[in-house]
């Protein structure tokens, strides 16, 4: 079971969005569908927080709001019915196993009636939770997972991502996906200061792919990452060492190096 985290005070707002199956430019995928608004993991680099402009939130900091999508299946199981059947990615500006899921299982929900329907569906999460609906994942037909690993140092996650899940945790999370026959992918973004070449040794038995994501750092993040030593990252060969790790491991087929900053608005 997932380990009890740090908690930030956070405002719960339950909302009722006109729409849950939302049409992306993301290549490769029809559809995302974010069953919360903000997200209380509140990763201080976090691409998403261009939400806050656009959600009733001005103002406020990201990770001390959630809005929750309270009618989130209902209006899933009318658009599935009457919306072109396509590929659906879970999710994009949140993350669907943040903590208020444990509580609200929107996600849970949405699985149910996407199996149902059988569309194909990706998942990204960085939450050991996700394990909670293996039964489900295993009922559909097309399925990815990825979980999200951002660095395989604790004390840098503590200071970047202190309210997300312990990255041994993820690990294992992905190993319990892997051993029940889902397809996995790990997520290795935005690239913070790691061994790659360690980190790709404990992924390779583990993960059927990886995609590798250096993501843009706010100016706050670049001021700390300086202050903590990490300035090394902002270097764009960085980018190019991390690859090369795990080019070594992986190979180029099961290697992918994207940039999420420009596809997922």
């Known amino acids: 079971m997932p380990r009890s985290l740090p908690r930030r005070k956070c405002t719960v707002r339950l909302v009722e969005p006109r729409e849950i199956l939302t049409a992306t430019r993301i290549p490769g995928y029809d559809y995302c569908l974010n069953p919360y608004t903000g997200c209380g993991h509140g990763c201080l680099y976090c691409y998403a927080q261009f939400m806050i402009r656009f959600s009733g939130h001005a103002g406020e900091r990201w990770g001390s709001f959630v809005d929750v999508k309270a009618t989130a299946p209902g209006l899933l199981l009318r658009e599935v019915r009457r919306k072109k059947r396509g590929e659906v990615l879970i999710s994009t500006v949140t993350d669907p196993y943040q903590p208020l899921e444990a509580k609200h299982r929107l996600t849970r929900q949405c699985l149910e009636i996407l199996a149902q329907a059988q569309w194909p569906l990706n998942i990204l999460t960085r939450s050991p939770l996700v394990c909670r609906d293996l039964d489900l994942l295993r009922r559909f037909d097309s399925l990815e997972v990825g979980i999200t690993i951002t660095t395989n140092r604790e004390p840098v996650r503590k200071i970047l991502e202190p309210f997300s899940p312990p990255i041994p945790d993820r690990i294992e999370a992905l190993r319990q996906l892997k051993a029940a026959g889902i397809a996995t992918y790990a997520f290795v973004g935005p ?75």
């Open 191 to 265: 690239i913070l200061p790691l061994d790659a070449a360690e980190l790709a040794q404990s992924l390779e038995p583990i993960a059927d792919e990886v995609l590798l994501d250096r993501l843009n750092y706010p100016n706050r993040v670049i001021a700390l990452l300086r202050r903590q030593g990490m300035e090394a990252i902002l270097d764009p060969t960085y980018l190019d060492l991390v690859r090369e790790a795990f080019t070594r491991v992986f190979g180029p087929k099961r290697l992918s190096v994207i940039f999420a900053e420009d596809e997922c608005r």
